[in-house]
């Protein structure tokens, strides 16, 4: 018969912990002292203080289990995220108990499948899901748990899996479809999910138990971790090996693959365990985004399921800033890799991706290491410019084809753009005049238009991957070559709102001069090679800077300077901008 308990988890486990602290120091008490006392023989007048000392420590070790299984049943039973005091009728009154019930249930279960394993009918089926019925309302006590699974066993266990999707989800052959899964969740599986995720996740699980995610087959461990939340070690656990096993490994190659489905649903619900698996397992990261894989699964769900997954994973403010930002490495690297399918187009383009869009949206915050890499590589001369680890080692050419993969989807190519504007603006690039007299307000001038225009270049280098329309294309790149003038035009003054508007229609012409050239470049209305569009497009962005300055009531731009702006510009954009207008161009 259980009982009604309240515990403060918080509360408990600090007492846990003073009596861990305890039980070390009676520890390294005893031995000194019971050599003193044998030492002293006759003379030594605390002889029963030995005996105390001992209950005592068999009183905190008892106290700190007991208290230990209390608090662990409790939190399965009452799922929340409150604090301070939490209350439940416990299913047992102590874990004895818990054990000895579990051993019977287990013998019911087992006697059940033997008899079913003899006659094979849905009768017999029937039996053995009546007999698993005892478990509900039990399963959350972990030590009720353990028992029951020790009791019956790995290879029990998955049997009892095996014959239930027999029985009921008999055309399911590589994992559980959502219908089946919730079917499986409120049957025999879903309890048994739960049994095992509360006896692993509290430590009671022996050896043999880990052995099984090496063995298991890849439906019934996807089934586990899809039916019940378990600890983020056995996720990892689980991903790890099912992503090392040979591609179609299982005996149903060709049916749709509900496994990986499952399995990033499961990190989709534990965004800070996925967001670990992407940081420490890049490898398996990689198969995970691999574009064959999201193509072959024959589940047009799992690249929405993955994308909400990696949407937990690296939303800002998500996890920890450190494991959150090797996670995106991982990505970067897996997507934008040498060979990457994502954009040679041989399994077509990506052009409505939900993982693109999902990217696109999250990717503001790290658009600063990004650019860094970018014009660490424009400007090898300016260390100052380096990202710091882990940013250092990405190769700005693995970003160029990664940003060049999200740009497929139109609208993950609009949010690019409006994040690296975004970007450019929180720099507070007004702070510093490109021709200060100071030499340190310069040099800052220099760094923020370095990181601005190798945005730009990263910008138009993924642009060589991507597959607009001409109009599309030409209004993009128009963007882009704008992103330094709208930088530079922030170092000028706004006397009023009238000016202000007057400066970005001024701005709209331009971008529609830069637009019509390269869209004369592309539909061959003009002799021009790549290289003198390139040029006039450079000298367009100069002109329009020098009109700015004039039209604000500052200097025009000396020769010398116009110079100098043209070079800057130059060294910044012109090899990513000749390189798309010659790959799209011809």
């Known amino acids: 018969m259980g009982e009604f308990v309240g515990i403060d988890p918080l509360g408990a486990d600090k007492l846990i912990r003073q009596m861990e602290t305890g039980k070390d120091i009676l520890g390294r008490t005893r031995p000194g002292l019971e050599a003193a006392i044998a030492e002293a023989g006759e003379?030594?007048?605390?002889?029963?203080?030995?005996?105390?000392?001992?209950?005592?420590?068999w009183f905190f070790h008892e106290s700190q289990q007991d208290l230990k299984w209390r608090v662990d049943t409790l939190k399965r039973m009452v799922p929340t995220q409150q604090k301070g005091m939490l209350t439940a009728t416990m299913p047992f009154s102590n874990q004895t108990e818990a054990a000895q019930a579990a051993k019977k249930d287990a013998a019911a279960i087992t006697?059940?499948?033997?008899?079913?394993?003899?006659?094979l009918s849905g009768q017999s089926w029937a039996e053995v899901e009546k007999a698993a019925a005892a478990l509900?309302?039990?399963?959350?006590?972990?030590?009720?748990?353990?028992?029951?699974?020790?009791?019956?066993?790995?290879?029990?266990?998955?049997?009892l899996f095996r014959d239930w999707m027999n029985n009921r989800a008999a055309a399911e052959r590589r994992g559980l479809p959502p219908e089946a899964a919730k079917r499986a969740?409120?049957?025999?599986?879903g309890l048994l999910a739960k049994a095992f995720a509360g006896a692993e996740s509290s430590g009671r699980l022996g050896p043999e138990w880990q052995k099984m995610v090496e063995t298991a087959p890849s439906d019934i461990l996807t089934a586990l971790v899809t039916l019940a939340p378990q600890s983020d070690a056995f996720l990892a656990k689980v991903a790890t090996n099912l992503l090392n096993r040979p591609p179609n490994s299982d005996a149903f190659p060709t049916d749709p693959n509900w496994n990986l489905y499952n399995l990033a649903k499961a990190f989709a619900a534990n965004p800070e365990a996925f967001q670990r698996f992407l940081a420490e397992h890049p490898k398996e990261a990689g198969t995970m985004l691999d574009a064959y894989t999201i193509r072959s699964t024959g589940v047009p769900a799992y690249e929405q399921a993955l994308a909400e997954a990696l949407h937990g994973a690296l939303k800002p403010d998500s996890g920890t800033a450190e494991v959150r930002e090797r996670a995106w490495l991982s990505v970067i690297n897996s997507i934008g890799a040498e060979n990457t399918l994502w954009v040679d187009g041989s399994?077509?383009?990506?052009?409505?991706?939900?993982?693109?869009?999902?990217?696109?949206?999250?990717?503001?915050?790290?658009?600063?290491?990004?650019?860094?890499g970018q014009a660490t590589r424009n400007s090898p001369k300016m260390p100052h410019l380096a990202p710091g680890p882990p940013w250092d080692k990405l190769d700005p050419a693995v970003s160029a084809r990664f940003m060049g993969a999200l740009m497929q989807d139109s609208a993950a190519a609009d949010t690019l753009m409006k994040a690296a504007k975004e970007y450019t603006k929180e720099l507070d690039m007004g702070r510093f005049h490109p021709f200060d007299p100071d030499n340190y307000k310069q040099e800052a001038h220099?760094?923020?238009?370095?990181?601005?225009?190798?945005?730009?270049n990263l910008l138009l280098a993924g642009s060589t991957y991507a597959e607009w329309s001409d109009d599309e294309y030409a209004e993009r790149i128009a963007g882009y070559m704008l992103m330094p003038v709208d930088y530079l035009d922030q170092y000028f003054p706004v006397a009023s709102k009238i000016v202000s508007t007057g400066k970005a229609k001024g701005l709209d012409e331009?971008?529609?001069?830069?637009?019509?050239?390269?869209t004369d470049y592309l539909d061959k209305k003009t002799p021009d090679t790549a290289e003198t569009v390139v040029g006039k497009l450079i000298d367009e962005q100069i002109?329009?800077?020098d009109h700015s300055l004039r039209e604000h009531g500052l200097p025009a731009m000396t020769t010398s300077q116009q110079a100098l702006m043209r070079d800057a510009m130059e060294g910044r954009v012109q090899s990513a901008l000749l390189d798309a207008l010659k790959r799209r161009g011809g």
């Open 347 to 372: 399994l077509g383009t990506f052009a409505n991706s939900p993982i693109s869009r999902m990217l696109a949206q999250n990717i503001k915050p790290i658009l600063d290491h990004l650019a860094r």
């Open 543 to 545: 002109a329009w800077l």
């Open 510 to 518: 331009v971008k529609d001069l830069l637009k019509g050239m390269i």
């Open 43 to 57: 003379d030594w007048v605390g002889r029963a203080g030995v005996t105390a000392m001992h209950r005592t420590w």
């Open 136 to 159: 509900k309302g039990r399963i959350d006590d972990p030590a009720y748990a353990a028992a029951l699974l020790s009791a019956l066993g790995p290879k029990s266990f998955q049997k």
């Open 446 to 456: 220099i760094n923020l238009a370095e990181r601005t225009g190798a945005l730009a």
């Open 185 to 189: 969740g409120e049957g025999l599986p």
């Open 111 to 119: 006697e059940a499948l033997k008899h079913h394993d003899e006659h």
